[in-house]
């Protein structure tokens, strides 16, 4: 079983629309959980951290529920400019009292006029 | 535009060659990390660096070499690769390797690395 696992999509909506990804993860002790953005070519860029208690930046809400080991990203208003690959990634501490980032490998978004 | 820098931004090498590729932070971090992102996979972590001290090797093969000689420049030095090596090549750098302070990763452009 993958650590992260995403539907790849792609997700074609048009402008204006609501549309939410989803995430599961494998590891029970996962601490922490993000959501990062890549635009196709380039680097991933964090997009906002995801608490149990909910929160929201302008369009994005992200939640997370520790029991079902589930994220999700909901967006709505869905912008052109929200075309991009959105990477769902947890953060897992090492034994050595480093952390390690897990990757999803994306969900694919493409918003059209 | 990140604080993370890496040259080059594209790379094609043959099986034999030897390159290097660079990265810098101007963030004051004290972690650095290369991933590797091939087509259709997620990221993989393949190094980390706190404090210029190597922590994490991902059961990386040695044909990638890497170096960090200080907290705001690493390397990753390339020899003998394979094909399947061809991937995009990304560094990264937190506040530190560990905690709350590792949670935010700032990316570089990557490399881009054909090998033919």
């Known amino acids: 079983r993958k650590e992260v696992e995403q539907d790849p999509g792609p997700f074609n909506v048009p402008e204006g629309a609501t549309v939410a990804f989803n995430c599961t993860y494998s590891?029970?002790?996962?601490?922490?959980f993000f959501w990062y953005r890549q635009d196709c070519r380039k680097e991933p860029k964090l997009l906002m951290s995801?608490?149990?208690s909910g929160n929201e930046d302008g369009r994005f809400t992200a939640q997370l529920n520790r029991a079902s080991q589930y994220i999700s990203l909901l967006i709505r208003d869905s912008k052109l400019s929200d075309s991009a690959t959105y990477l769902c990634?947890?953060?897992?501490?090492?034994?050595?009292?480093?952390?390690?980032?897990?990757f999803g490998a994306g969900t694919r978004l493409a918003v059209h006029p | 535009e990140t604080g993370v820098t890496q040259t080059p931004r594209h790379l094609v090498m043959g099986m034999t060659n030897k390159k290097s590729l660079k990265c810098e932070q101007h963030?004051?971090?004290?972690?650095m990390y290369w991933y590797k992102q091939s087509a259709k996979k997620p990221l993989e972590l393949m190094f980390v660096y706190s404090l210029e001290e190597r922590v994490e090797n991902n059961s990386v093969p040695s044909r990638f070499s890497p170096e960090c000689p200080n907290s705001s420049h690493l390397f990753l030095h390339l020899h003998t690769l394979q094909p399947e090596d061809s991937a995009l090549y990304l560094c990264?750098?937190?506040?530190?390797?560990?905690?709350?302070?590792?949670?935010?990763?700032?990316f570089g452009p990557g490399t881009r690395l054909t090998v033919l």
């Open positions: 590891n029970s002790a996962s601490q922490s």
């Open positions: 990264a750098s937190s506040q530190d390797a560990g905690g709350a302070a590792a949670d935010t990763q700032y």
């Open positions: 990634v947890v953060n897992n501490a090492r034994s050595g009292g480093y952390n390690k980032l897990i």
């Open positions: 963030l004051g971090h004290n972690a």
């Open positions: 995801v608490y149990s």
